[in-house]
């Protein structure tokens, strides 16, 4: 609703206005009219290719004061509430995969809370909206089943002598069997996600690695296998730093490897070494990687270690920056497919001088229920940006890829389509984007240019 219209409303149209947004999930239009309010719920839906706006007649406020509850419905119609009238509209099956597509202002508040914090309390939600705990409880359980949604930790592997990287690989022509690359690439616990690609590239492998020298023996390892034997191509290996707020998702193997870093005090070893980790760490990042929602007595339990140690360890991890968040990662986002972009930086001069806009495009809210992108990241060989992104509709990448164009200056785009994800997750959730590392640093562009 404009901003003018807000500020014209009266006490009793600007309270029950408060009230419709806490009673549904849609958004609340309200239409000024020879001195009354007219209040609609409405939504955008997707028919026929094109974006369309569903309204749903509430009622009116009189001069008085008093609010008139609509009466009659729409023609044909024994609908009472919006959802009601779109499910009959559109099919309860349509209607469903519509409402996985575009969530409505509650759920996206949910699945934007959980992945902000996924053991969050959800009752600062349930008030806002005028619903009871149970129900919202009900309705997060709900999504949790549309969506995949499995509670994880966002760990900054630095903490413990660990970096990140990219590996792309393009064939000169065909690829080796899927089944022998997942083979391959499981045995790799430093493999966090394996995707298979067509158009741009054919495999791009994010990795985390103690160093450059262990990397390159790792690729060496693989380049060496039997399944490559007649498969030739060009493989880059890049560093990967990437804005706070985006992630890809630590696989279960990682701990496999990660045990070893596991100090155990004795005269050799009286204190730890850096990158070193203690056992009640390690049980708690591997449980909560597994699952960010574990009891942390179980925990301690599970491990033999003290009643409370796995609790004041989270509260340490989190206090030095090993464990960014509890979090979630959506396995079944309801897009039609991802894409994986490299926009190669070939004009550094351009680009800063055009970084608002880019920054502005990372952050943009579209409205489905993930970020725009489900990973950002800076990477070198060559020099430039990575995105992976989630595309919900006919024509979709082509038009993001226009706005790239329009909006990042300086880069050259290579962009290709996820056929699958052998090894791991991709990190889809719906982060608020203003809390993000991007969102900040246009807000202090923004106090320079002022």
């Known amino acids: 609703m404009p901003r003018r219209?807000?500020?014209a409303l009266t006490g009793h149209a600007r309270a029950k206005l408060a009230e419709l947004k806490r009673s549904t999930p849609y958004s609340i239009r309200v239409t000024l009219i020879r001195g009354t309010y007219y209040f609609y719920e409405y939504t955008y839906v997707k028919a026929d290719g094109r974006r369309k706006l569903e309204t749903f007649y509430i009622g009116r406020m009189l001069p008085s004061g008093e609010f008139e509850a609509a009466r009659s419905r729409y023609s044909g119609s024994k609908a009472k509430n919006l959802g009601e009238l779109l499910a009959e509209k559109y099919g309860r099956e349509e209607f469903r995969a519509h409402n996985a597509k575009f969530p409505s202002r509650m759920q996206v508040e949910i699945l934007t809370s959980l992945s902000m914090n996924s053991r969050a309390s959800l009752s600062s939600i349930a008030k806002e909206f005028g619903v009871s705990e149970s129900s919202l409880d009900n309705m997060a359980r709900r999504l949790g089943r549309t969506y995949g949604i499995k509670r994880t930790i966002e760990i900054r592997p630095y903490t413990f002598n660990f970096s990140r990287y990219i590996v792309t690989v393009k064939f000169q022509s065909g690829m080796p069997p899927r089944m022998a690359l997942r083979r391959l690439f499981d045995d790799e616990p430093r493999i966090q996600i394996?995707?298979?690609?067509?158009?741009?590239?054919?495999?791009?492998?994010f990795v985390v690695a103690e160093s450059t020298m262990v990397l390159e023996d790792m690729i060496y390892r693989m380049r060496s296998s039997p399944i490559f034997d007649g498969f030739p191509g060009e493989w880059n290996i890049g560093y990967l730093i990437g804005p706070a707020g985006?992630?890809?998702?630590?696989?279960?193997?990682?701990?496999d490897m990660l045990k070893d870093k596991v100090w155990v005090r004795s005269r050799e070893n009286p204190r730890r070494l850096p990158g070193q980790l203690t056992r009640s760490e390690y049980a708690v990042l591997k449980e909560m990687c597994l699952d960010a929602g574990t009891n942390f007595a179980s925990i301690d339990s599970r491990y033999g270690l003290?009643?409370?140690?796995?609790?004041?360890?989270?509260?340490?991890?989190?206090?030095?920056?090993?464990?960014e968040r509890t979090t979630i990662v959506m396995t079944k986002p309801q897009n039609l497919y991802s894409a994986f972009i490299y926009l190669k930086q070939n004009d550094m001069l351009k680009f800063i001088r055009y970084r608002e806009e880019s920054l502005a495009e990372i952050i943009e809210d579209k409205g489905y229920p993930v970020n725009k992108f489900a990973y950002i990241g800076n990477t070198s060989s060559p020099y430039?940006?990575?995105?992976?992104?989630?595309?919900y509709e006919q024509g979709g990448l082509e038009s993001l890829r226009e706005e790239l164009d329009a909006r990042v200056r300086g880069t050259e785009q290579?962009?290709?389509?996820?056929?699958?994800?052998?090894?791991?997750?991709?990190?889809?959730r719906r982060i608020d984007t203003e809390e993000s590392e991007p969102a900040e640093v246009l807000r202090e562009l923004a106090k320079t240019e002022d």
């Open 246 to 255: 985006w992630f890809i998702p630590t696989r279960g193997r990682f701990f």
């Open 384 to 391: 430039g940006t990575v995105l992976i992104a989630p595309v």
């Open 5 to 7: 219209m807000l500020m």
């Open 194 to 205: 394996a995707l298979l690609l067509t158009g741009g590239l054919d495999i791009v492998l």
């Open 306 to 323: 003290n009643p409370g140690s796995a609790r004041y360890t989270y509260d340490k991890l989190v206090e030095n920056g090993t464990i």
């Open 414 to 428: 290579n962009a290709s389509v996820i056929t699958d994800v052998l090894l791991g997750d991709i990190g889809y």
